[in-house]
């Protein structure tokens, strides 16, 4: 059989770093009050990095491509499948993934994007996984990659003050030995309300809303639960239980999302990787910006068992259980 296994990780966040103390002072300019003392609080989220003008999803997911590459020992011309993740494409067409490819001079081979929210880089990490299985892939690059400043009305305490920009990418190559252990996908359309951006281009310009909207609350209890049913279900395909699980590698949303899964999935939180208080929640890109961080901060070693999970709009939330 035929297995598919991360031979490299690697991420980047812009340059522009605001400290919540830094994103206060420049909403307070706008007339919206807020404070780090409640950002911190409800969110875990102590600073973001926001893109400057000019710069794309396809040029964030381009260096954690490069970086991620450079880890695997591999050049761009052995890549035969690009998958992008991303919510914040570049255009309307084409995908981001075929613009990041000529961008890194890998053309030729496969690209399209995945669009999950939150949940897209486990969605784009299964689809990758059943191309190497089946024998249509042999290295993937997998990449989450978001610049969700843009769509963040910063008249909206509630919204702007919980996202940032980036992104994050994996080499995924063909294996004799099980990397992907197993995974599980959802979704329900019927939620479309309470996480979008519900505007669209038409017509020669924007209809409906460009900004995104969230009812913080709904998503916060629908999360929780499905994060806990999409892990358990992993493990059971896997045939593993949660003591098999040496991290846990969850969706960067909300320090309060993440304690109550591992409150429910019995597992202490030094078991799970936590980057959200320093990029906030980057959407697709933020399980492999954490996964990235914990490999090169030597957190997260080599033959490690790994649980990723996502959860986002759509309503979509998904797992994915590896050995790294
Ligand atoms: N600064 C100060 N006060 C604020 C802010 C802010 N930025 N935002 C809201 N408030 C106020 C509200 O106006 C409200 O005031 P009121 O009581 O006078 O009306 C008060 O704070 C409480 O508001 P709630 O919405 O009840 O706050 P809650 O404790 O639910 O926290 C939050 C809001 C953080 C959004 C929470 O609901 C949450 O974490 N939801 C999950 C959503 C999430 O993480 N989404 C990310 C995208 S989805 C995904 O990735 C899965």
Redesign the pocket.
């Known amino acids: 059989r035929r297995f598919s296994r991360i031979t490299g990780t690697g991420s980047y966040v812009p340059p522009r770093r605001l400290s919540n103390a830094d994103l206060v002072a420049e909403l307070a300019g706008k007339g919206v009050?807020?404070?780090d003392e409640?950002?911190v609080e409800?969110?875990g989220i102590r600073a973001r990095h926001f893109a400057a003008d000019g710069v794309y999803s396809s040029d964030l997911g381009l260096e954690a491509a490069k970086n991620a590459l450079q880890a695997a020992g591999r050049i761009p011309q052995d890549v035969d499948l690009i998958i992008v993740a991303t919510s914040t494409p570049d255009m309307v067409f084409p995908s981001t993934a075929c613009i990041l490819q000529n961008k890194l001079g890998a053309n030729g081979c496969a690209a399209f994007d995945v669009q999950a929210?939150?949940s897209g880089f486990v969605y784009a990490l299964t689809v990758a996984d059943a191309m190497i299985q089946t024998g249509a892939a042999k290295c993937a690059l997998v990449i989450g990659t978001e610049i969700f400043s843009r769509i963040l009305d910063f008249s909206d305490?509630?919204t702007c003050?919980?996202f940032g920009d980036g992104a994050g990418a994996v080499v995924l190559e063909a294996s004799d030995t099980p990397g992907i252990l197993a995974s599980d996908l959802h979704a329900d359309g019927k939620h479309v309300g309470i996480?979008c951006v519900p505007g669209h281009v038409a017509a020669g310009a924007i209809l409906g809303d460009p900004f995104l909207k969230?009812d913080?609350?709904a998503?916060?209890k629908l999360?929780v639960g499905v994060l806990e049913d999409a892990a358990r279900a992993t493990l059971a395909k896997a045939g593993k239980t949660e003591a098999d699980i040496d991290w846990l590698i969850p969706?960067q949303?909300?320090i309060?999302?993440m304690q109550s899964t591992a409150k429910r999935l019995k597992m202490s939180m030094d078991k799970v990787v936590v980057t959200v208080d320093q990029h906030g929640?980057t959407?697709a890109a933020s399980i492999p910006l954490a996964l990235d961080w914990a490999v090169r901060s030597g957190k997260v070693k080599p033959g490690e068992t790994l649980m990723l999970e996502g959860?986002?709009?759509g309503f979509t939330w998904g797992a994915v259980l590896l050995n790294l």
Do not use: D, K, P
């Open positions: 009050e807020t404070s409640w950002i409800r969110t929210v939150c305490r509630t003050v919980l996480l969230m913080g609350q998503v916060f999360a969706h949303a909300n309060r999302i929640n959407s959860v986002g709009g």
